[in-house]
């Protein structure tokens, strides 16, 4: 038992004390600015939480809203451009943590976790010209996406969800909103239970498949060039179907650009 | 001070707590699922902030129309689609109850007692509900 505290800390030890090059945190550290940038000046100018707040009566003022939003809005910008990102990173952190006081969307749970490691990452500099940076805080990113991947597929395997009455509903609830946003084919497929059932089960498998990818990605460094393109594969098959199929842009984006950034060694 | 921390920073131990900060959360949450009654192919999970429970919980939609248009502040609005953007921002609740109630917000701040509401409700089991009620 001791022998195995003695070797795991030496492990542990071995590993913080690895090296990457940060190119391509760079590369994240400015799609994931980019990405969240754009939502949050649309958000902001077109009031769409502010909305939320009015219509399902939640607390918080539009001042304080439109505060943290024009906070985040700045933080991104210093992201996007390079300047002190990690300061930057923590003050996203910080405004999107306030901004789910009053707002509770997974979407910005994701934000704020994501921005918090993007705080410990050393991003600065140029792709052009990377730098060898402490590995730990990149591994820890592809983990915390693998288990958001995993717990997520976790929590689909239920009945409403596998049964496909939940897709049912939000297909059907996009058709009744946006009459010819799917073609005929698939709005017959998907007005079905058993087509959405068939759905619901591709996405369990595919995002349960991703989770355990990208976890084998830190357990085998030896295989990380196959693995990045298999979860590049599924990342895009998930996030593909979800922004069109389901509605959902940013998150999938950003989400995408994370496994296939920072998978590749 | 300043050199004293990027020791810190640097040690096993940060990065030790780190990933405490970072794991201990989110397992909470994960574990308040099981807690909260979700059993794998048996129950549904409910909503638990940073368990990543999107599209996990069991929901039902509904569209909302008034006829003729309200009113609310500038905006006319003949449908809840109608005060937000339809892609990524689109107004939503999980359960009809959320429709009635923002129907009636609607017709209290701007309809009139003759404003006809329609609500077409997408329920579990494949099921659709339709119901059209005055204002009043």
Known sequence: MMNFFVTSS????????????????????????????????IDASTSETLKFIWFYRLPGTSNIILGLQILLIIFEFALLLGWRPRAAAFGAFLARSCL???????????????????????????PRKPREVLAWPRDLLILQTGWIYFASAILKMNPAF?????????????????????????????STLWGNSILSWGAVVFELSL????????????????????????????????AYGLNVFFFGASMVAQVVLLSKE | M??????????????????????????????LQFAEGFVPFKHEP??????????????????????????LGT??????????????????????????????????????PSTKVNIKCFLQGGKIFNDEFLCN
Not at chain 2, 46 to 71: G, Q
């Open chain 1, 10 to 41: 030496l492990e542990f030890r071995k590993w913080t004390e690895k090296t990457t090059s940060n190119k391509f945190l760079i590369y994240f550290r400015i799609a994931f600015a980019s990405i969240w940038l754009v939502y949050d000046l």
């Open chain 2, 46 to 71: 409910e909503r638990v902030h940073l368990s990543w429970d999107m599209f996990s919980t069991k929901i039902e939609r509904c569209t909302l129309n008034w006829y003729p248009a309200i009113t």
């Open chain 2, 75 to 112: 905006e006319r609005l003949s449908s809840l689609r109608d005060a937000s953007l339809p892609l990524e921002w689109d107004l939503t609740f999980d359960a009809p109850l959320g429709y009635r109630y923002v129907a009636d917000l609607g017709c209290h701040a701007g309809g009139t």
């Open chain 1, 162 to 190: 596998l049964s496909g009455s939940d897709l049912f509903v939000r297909h059907n609830y996009e058709i009744s909103i946006l009459p010819f946003y799917y073609p005929e084919f698939y709005r017959s497929f998907v």
């Open chain 1, 100 to 126: 789910c006081h009053f707002v509770t969307l997974n979407d910005f749970f994701y934000f704020s976790v994501m921005a918090l490691l993007l705080s410990i990452c050393d991003t600065s500099g140029s």
């Open chain 2, 2 to 31: 300043l050199k004293k921390l990027k020791q810190f920073y640097n040690s096993p131990l940060f990065v030790f707590l780190f990933i405490l900060l970072l794991v201990v959360p989110q397992l909470y949450a994960f574990a």
């Open chain 1, 211 to 242: 989770g355990l990818t990208l976890f084998c990605w830190f357990l085998f460094p030896k295989q990380r060039m196959k693995l990045h393109y298999f979860a590049l594969a599924l990342a895009i098959a998930i996030h593909v179907y979800a």
